[in-house]
């Protein structure tokens, strides 16, 4: 399985942006398709965008659509998570997630996750 670390989480003020990053090893990176979550305290963990293989192919929920972009470096084993016009109730832990599979909202569909990186949204 592939070795996922997240980085690039912090604090920012309502409409401001942090750009997050995942870096993967130990596998091929361009094999799989990746997916971001998030967990807010005391709730459950919640999809915010895949992208497939290449990149071609970008899914959001509408929590996030038209705010979140998504994008992966294959030749650098990057993936990255651009939040643009950051609300409060962003706050939360950010994960990356690797499958095999396509994309998904699922966490029982990914296979690798990251240790997460805290992202707060002050008012």
């Known amino acids: 399985q592939v070795q996922l670390v997240e980085s690039g989480g912090g604090l920012v003020q309502a409409g401001g942006s942090l750009r997050l990053s995942c870096a993967a090893s130990?596998?091929?990176?361009?094999?799989?398709?990746m997916g971001w979550f998030r967990q807010a305290s005391g709730k459950e963990r919640e999809f915010v965008g895949g992208?497939?293989?290449?990149?071609?192919?970008?899914y959001y929920p509408d929590s996030v659509k038209g705010r979140f972009t998504i994008s992966r470096d294959n030749a650098k084993n990057l993936v990255y998570l651009q939040m643009n016009s950051l609300k409060p109730e962003d706050t939360a832990v950010y994960y990356c997630?690797?499958?095999?599979?396509?994309?998904?909202?699922?966490?029982?569909?990914?296979?690798?996750w990251g240790q997460g990186t805290q992202v707060t949204v002050s008012s």
């Open positions: 992208i497939s293989w290449s990149g071609g192919n970008k």
């Open positions: 997630a690797a499958t095999s599979r396509w994309i998904s909202s699922m966490e029982y569909e990914y296979d690798s």
């Open positions: 130990g596998g091929t990176f361009s094999r799989y398709v």
